[in-house]
């Protein structure tokens, strides 16, 4: 593996208005030896064109297969299991790839033969771009991250193509905590002291999404994964579950946005 395919896949559904940051910032990395996996479920705003046109330009670097219908997770799965990389990964449409991060996390796997997983960290940004914070690949402990969820950022976290048909694949909803858990539980879980990617805050995002009964959701299934694999009943997911259903129940959904940010202030991580 002098120098291995990575694969990146990425699942879209109606993502034009972020799709050219995003394409550039992965086909002009430094490392060259990428592949992009672009998974469709029936894009209507001219997302298909605009990736027909990078893939005339770059034929060999830029995949698309279509999936009408098909959730995050799913896209994920067909494009995982259609990808050709030795290594990895998955990112979303409106997220960003940090310059020099694919020849990083390439340099990983070619010194480390034995590693199969690796993370790092990545700035969570709004829908201008403006850096909110920076989430920091920290030492790693399986009952602290089945508590939190917080020790992976799933898009910056690349693995060799046995790890997911080893552990089972990312369930149809598109719950990539549990993937990371059961990958958490078969193999060591390396890190790199460094930023590989930028994840949106977009208020209609799948997977971290601003508006209350979205988040309302997410939270409640990150919840019940937790307690599915052993998160403690009084958790900071518990205590985050709870409150937004207690939230909801008084019908103080006005005042969430507040809530969040005091209590994300308390626990030292404060913004969006």
């Known amino acids: 593996m002098a120098e291995p395919l990575v694969s990146i896949v990425t699942p879209v559904l109606n993502g034009r208005k972020y799709l050219e940051e995003y394409v550039r910032s992965v086909l002009e990395q430094s490392y060259r030896h990428i592949e992009q ?18 893939q005339a330009s770059d034929p060999h670097r ?14 994920w799965i067909t494009g995982i299991k259609a990808a050709g990389g030795d290594i990895l ?14 020849e990083a996390v390439a340099e990983f796997f070619r010194a480390n033969p034995q590693a199969s997983f690796v993370h790092a960290g990545a700035y969570f940004i709004d829908e201008g771009g403006a850096i909110v914070r920076r989430h920091e690949a920290l030492p790693f402990r399986l009952q602290d991250f089945v508590d939190t969820s917080l020790q992976i950022a ?3 976290a690349f693995y060799r193509r046995a790890v997911p048909e080893s552990v089972g694949w ?3 909803e598109g719950d990539d905590f549990e993937l990371m858990i059961l990958i958490a539980r078969h193999y060591e879980m390396h890190s790199l002291p460094r930023v590989l990617s930028r994840l949106r805050l977009r208020k209609d995002s799948a997977f971290n999404p601003l508006d209350f009964d979205q988040r309302r959701k997410v939270y409640r299934q990150t919840y019940r994964v937790s307690r599915r694999y052993g998160g403690s009943f009084g958790s900071p997911l518990a205590i985050r579950y709870f409150a937004t259903e207690a939230i909801a129940w008084l019908g103080l959904r006005r005042f969430f946005p507040a809530i969040r940010v005091a ?9 969006a």
Do not use: H, M, N
């Open 170 to 172: 990312l369930e149809t």
């Open 62 to 75: 830029i995949r698309i297969i279509s999936e009408p219908g098909s959730g995050p997770g799913q896209a």
């Open 89 to 102: 990964g998955c990112l979303g449409v409106d997220d960003v790839c940090e310059p020099g991060a694919i």
């Open 154 to 156: 799933t898009i910056s």
């Open 37 to 54: 996996v672009f998974v469709d479920g029936g894009s209507t705003d001219g997302t298909l064109e605009t990736l027909r046109a990078y």
């Open 263 to 271: 209590y994300r202030t308390l626990r030292g991580r404060p913004g």
